[in-house]
């Protein structure tokens, strides 16, 4: 049974746009996504930002493929654009990914080789290196020598010296200034000028202008200290930016390089895990990281899961549990059988999954590249009009009012502003995938603080999901022997957590198992099926209403358990029901915790559960819910997440089934519980819950509002300190050593103001 539906949620018409939602109901899980791949996260700042995914040409050809390279130089959206530009003209290109957060470019082609595609990076100044499949995204930064810094900085200082003291004539000072700049700033004058060839005004390119013009005016010490400054405040926030960088792939280090596989023979080799098949089977032994996702199949143990769900606690694991790469054995040996490869583990998708997050813009980010592309511009024209209209027709000095411009030039760059929203979304995805909190994107991350609603199904949500029966009752005495194993073949085959106790308790009195014909699902009510040429129902209180066999005796024995809080499930056949079977789960300690927290957050709870309403008011008075809603259909469900829209509130939605889909599709932020392991729920979950603990959906929303907060602190920094240097400097008080600081002062600032995020 199939099933599909797509509903706009309301409040954030870019949100829309950027991910749409639909749902198949044959799965755990599964809305499909579309992500937006309109542009990718700027790294510095930039009056142009390019696509993350840039499509050249038509459909691939039958011989395309897919070349990875790795370019230390593209870390900005300028040589991002550059890239496009040179590689949009080479034939048999047809598609660009970039993905600036680690360095890494896809290119889709049908050339016979690479070299076409390296020499055209090499034409622009930058070095491509290929990746091999399998290796990681990021790789250690290449180690640069100290000395030309060291030189700059010597340099610098010598110039500002000798001029303080007068002791050496203008054409040495000059010397000295000119081995500082030149030996410190190579690097900012090429990416300056590749700059501006594109008409990109970065701050490399005002860098540049300004240096320069200090030195066309003779302000020789002053260039030479401002580009010193300016090269180490560059190296301060690469070193900064490579801890949100490598937060997430660092994980991909948890997962061990070798592995003890058994042989052919019966013998244990230790393996590359790279080169481990699919169902070889693995031995990991006590205290070892496990280097594979697999299912366990002989012994023992307990294992650490932090790395993948954040839990603090080891879990118990035996004959039949999954376990996951990256994870620790803690106690006793365990041999699994490998059921992913190793770059298709559950901690490859997560990465994977993190890696695409950061390339989709929050809307702060939008808001921040939309207002650079103009703010840049600008100010560079307003410094401009500052160099030229008070010499030409205010009698102003050339001189002063030149140099006051470029001052101007090195305040204006938006670095701080731009930058201070990536490294900030980074650094809160990076944080909530090690608490197990799984965030497909910023917009996420950025919106979860606006929630004032959280809508939660029942089973497997807040209860435990693996309710036991506790009790049967025949209505007839003729089928008291026999009700229990007909429930039981019905119920075996459905995956109902309901039916699966019953079926269960039926295996466990060792009951006979009867072959059902024409079996048929009917949503939201139960199963029908044919036994010994007999049609059977198994289902709810709705299924008999519906099939027109309710009676005010059998409403009085429903109501006698539904009261306690319940399930009730009755065996019909076509002359009414038989017998009915009592199944009750258990909450969670975990689900009262979180309740409570979200409570304390101002959150307001509703349970939507397709169970009676007296076992939804019951489970939910045990856990504190406000409101709880029961005897739902999946378009039920729906139509109580509209209903909270219609009085004005952001709700989010937490669901593990099928039934949950269309309500998680219409929701603001829609929650997946105990994804880990279940490819649907991380590729296409806003947020997954890589365990089934609900404390981790008050924890996104601290940390979402933790997030928003540095957001607008950041931007407000950048923006007050840009507005007073602006002023400071037309107004003739302000140095190029200030507009250093202020410029690159405050991009540390934002940059280490949006890393307090990765602190634990």
């Keep these: 049974m199939s099933d599909s539906i797509h509903t706009p949620k309301p409040h954030d018409h870019q949100h829309d746009h950027d991910h749409e939602h639909s749902h198949d109901h044959g799965a755990k899980l599964t809305p499909v996504k579309q992500h937006d791949h309109a542009s990718h996260g700027d790294a510095c700042c930039s009056s142009k930002a390019a696509p993350a995914v840039v499509t050249l040409s038509e459909a691939p050809t039958a011989g395309s493929r897919l070349s990875t390279f790795r370019i230390e130089a593209m870390d900005c959206p300028t040589e991002q654009t550059l890239i496009q530009n040179k590689l949009g003209k080479l034939a048999g290109v047809q598609q660009l990914e970039f993905n600036l957060i680690n ?369 049967y009752l025949a209505l007839f005495p003729t089928v008291e022997d026999s009700a229990p194993a007909l429930a039981a073949s019905l119920a075996g085959r459905s995956d109902h957590p309901v039916s699966l106790a019953i079926a269960n308790a039926a295996v466990d009195k060792n009951l006979p198992s009867h072959v059902v014909d024409n079996f048929e699902a009917l949503a939201g009510r139960g199963v029908r099926g044919d036994i010994n040429g007999e049609t059977y129902h198994l289902g709810n209180h709705r299924l008999v209403e519906d099939l027109g066999l309710c009676s005010p005796e059998l409403e009085e024995k429903l109501f006698a358990l539904e009261k306690q809080g319940k399930s009730v499930v009755l065996l019909l056949d076509k002359s009414g029901p038989l017998a009915l079977f009592a199944v009750a789960d258990t909450v969670k300690d975990s689900s009262r915790e979180a309740i409570q927290q979200l409570h304390d957050l101002g959150i307001k709870t509703l349970m939507l559960t397709g169970d009676n309403t007296h076992t939804a008011k019951a489970i939910a008075a045990q856990v504190g819910i406000d409101q709880a809603q029961g005897d739902l259909l999946p378009t039920d469900k729906l139509q109580a997440i509209e209903t909270l829209y219609g009085q004005g509130h952001r709700v989010g939605m937490v669901g593990d089934g099928i039934n949950d889909a269309p309500a998680l599709a219409r929701a603001e932020i829609g929650f997946a519980m105990a994804a880990a392991g279940t490819d649907t729920a991380i590729e296409t979950a806003d947020v997954a819950l890589m365990d089934d603990d609900l404390r981790k959906i008050p924890a996104f929303i601290r940390l979402s509002r933790q997030t928003s907060s540095i957001l607008k602190q950041n931007i407000s920094l950048a923006l007050v300190i840009k507005a007073i240097f602006l002023v400071v400097t037309f107004l003739g008080m302000a140095t190029m050593w200030m507009a250093v600081f202020a410029d690159m002062g405050v991009a540390l600032l934002v940059v280490f103001n949006g890393l307090r995020l990765l602190r634990k």
């Design 103 to 471: 360095r890494i470019l896809g290119v889709t082609h049908d050339l016979p080789s690479t070299a076409p595609i390296i020499e055209a990076i090499k034409s622009i100044g930058m070095q491509a290196d290929p990746i091999e499949e399998g290796s990681p995204a990021a790789a250690p930064p290449a180690k640069k020598h100290w000395w030309p810094l060291a030189l700059s900085g010597v340099g610098a200082l010598g110039a500002e010296v000798l001029h303080f003291t007068g002791v050496a004539p203008t054409w040495v000072i000059a010397l000295v200034a000119l081995v500082s700049i030149l030996s410190g700033g190579l690097t900012t004058y090429k990416k300056g000028w590749i700059a501006l060839k594109n008409f990109n005004l970065n701050i490399n390119a005002l860098m540049s202008i300004a240096v320069t013009g200090a030195v066309l005016i003779g302000q020789w010490p002053e260039a030479a200290m401002v580009m010193f400054l300016f090269t180490v405040a560059e190296l301060i926030e690469a070193k900064s930016l490579d801890r949100a960088r490598t937060a997430i792939s660092g994980l991909m280090q948890m997962a061990p390089e070798q592995a003890t596989v058994q042989q052919a023979d019966g013998t244990w080799v230790e393996k590359e895990v790279k080169s481990i098949e699919l169902g070889a089977i693995v031995r990991v032994k006590p205290g070892e990281r496990i280097g594979l996702d697999g299912e366990v199949i002989a012994g023992q143990s307990t294992i650490d899961q932090a790395p993948i769900t954040g839990e603090s606690l080891p879990i118990e694991k035996g004959v039949g549990d999954k376990v996951f790469a990256g994870t620790i054995n803690q106690a006793g040996s365990l041999e699994y059988k490998v059921t992913a490869a190793a770059n298709n583990s559950t901690l490859a998708r997560i990465i994977h999954a993190v890696e695409q997050a950061q390339g989709a813009r929050a809307p702060t980010q939008r808001f921040v590249d939309s207002f650079s592309k103009i703010y840049t511009p600008a100010v560079f024209l307003f410094a401009l009009g500052v160099a030229l209209i008070p010499p030409l027709f205010m009698a102003g000095a050339w001189f002063d009012w030149i140099y006051r411009a470029l001052v101007l030039l090195v305040v204006a760059c938006p670095c701080a502003l731009v930058i201070s929203t990536p490294v900030t979304i980074v650094s809160g995805l990076a944080a909530a995938a090690r608490k197990g909190i799984l965030i497909k994107g910023g917009v996420y991350l950025e919106g979860g603080y606006k929630l004032d609603y959280l809508a939660l199904d029942k089973t497997g949500t807040i209860t435990h999901g693996k309710p036991v029966q506790t009790d």
